[in-house]
T-cell receptor, first 111, second 113 residues
Framework: EAAVTQSPRNKVAVTGGKVTLSCNQTNNHNNMYWYRQDTGHGLRLIHYSYGAGSTEKGDIPDGYKASRPSQENFSLILELATPSQTSVYFC??????????FGPGTRLTVL | QEKVQQSPESLIVPEGAMVSLNCSFSDSASQSIWWYQQHPGKGPKALISIFSNGNKKEGRLTVYLNRASLHVSLHIKDSQPSDSAVYLC?????????????FGQGTSLSVVP
């Protein structure tokens, strides 16, 4: 079973602060993804990566950066957090054309 | 951009009932279509996928795809309380060069004993 872990699981941040969400996968998948999930919007893709050193913009990248320093790790960075970024964030990994394996999620509240 | 719409928004059924969930998408050339299950406080988990027109059966699950009508449905036979969850339809767009998925907003299913 593919394993994807996320940290922290819960985070409260202040407006204008910097937030880093971390994701680790142990299945040697090339592709990794960051989504946010909001009521009424489902899951929306923020950034994705094909492998170490690569990051690409998804459908809603504004206000977010991503970093893929290694095959296993993929981070999502909010340089200047805003209340509109309050959400639940999911990381996923997978092989091309195959299912995506999701982590347990990070609940972020920006006050 | 690919659009994915699911219906109904929520559903309550008695244990043992057949459940039918619907999903419409906007591009008949879309690649694979996936159904994911998400329990409260957990990440989504893939249940079943389909690429070709027709149906596919896995255990209590059957999925039907009709590309001409831009519609896919998931049917759960003999539903159990443990099936209570949000069900997400996800479509891989034809234009995507990697494994991008566009998700619907989900259907919340409650199976009552």
């Amino acid at each position: 079973e593919a394993a994807v872990t996320q940290s922290p699981r819960n985070k409260v941040a202040v407006t204008g602060g910097k937030v880093t969400l971390s994701c680790n996968q142990t299945n040697n998948h090339n592709n990794m993804y960051w989504y946010r999930q909001d009521t009424g919007h489902g899951l929306r893709l923020i950034h994705y990566s094909y492998g170490a050193g690569s990051t690409e913009k998804g459908d809603i990248p504004d206000g977010y950066k991503a970093s893929r320093p290694s095959q296993e790790n993929f981070s999502l960075i909010l340089e200047l957090a805003t209340p509109s970024q309050t959400s639940v964030y999911f990381c996923a990994s997978g092989d091309p054309r195959d299912e995506q394996y999701f982590g347990p999620g990070t609940r972020l509240t920006v006050l | 951009q690919e659009k994915v719409q699911q219906s109904p928004e929520s559903l309550i059924v008695p244990e043992g009932a057949m459940v039918s969930l619907n999903c419409s998408f906007s591009d008949s050339a879309s690649q694979s279509i996936w159904w994911y299950q998400q329990h409260p406080g957990k990440g989504p988990k893939a249940l079943i996928s389909i690429f070709s027109n027709g149906n596919k059966k896995e255990g209590r699950l059957t999925v039907y795809l009709n590309r001409a009508s831009l519609h896919v449905s998931l049917h759960i036979k003999d539903s159990q309380p443990s099936d209570s969850a949000v069900y997400l339809c996800a479509v891989s767009p034809a234009s995507s060069s990697f494994s991008k998925l566009v998700f619907g907003q989900g259907t919340s299913l409650s199976v009552v004993p």
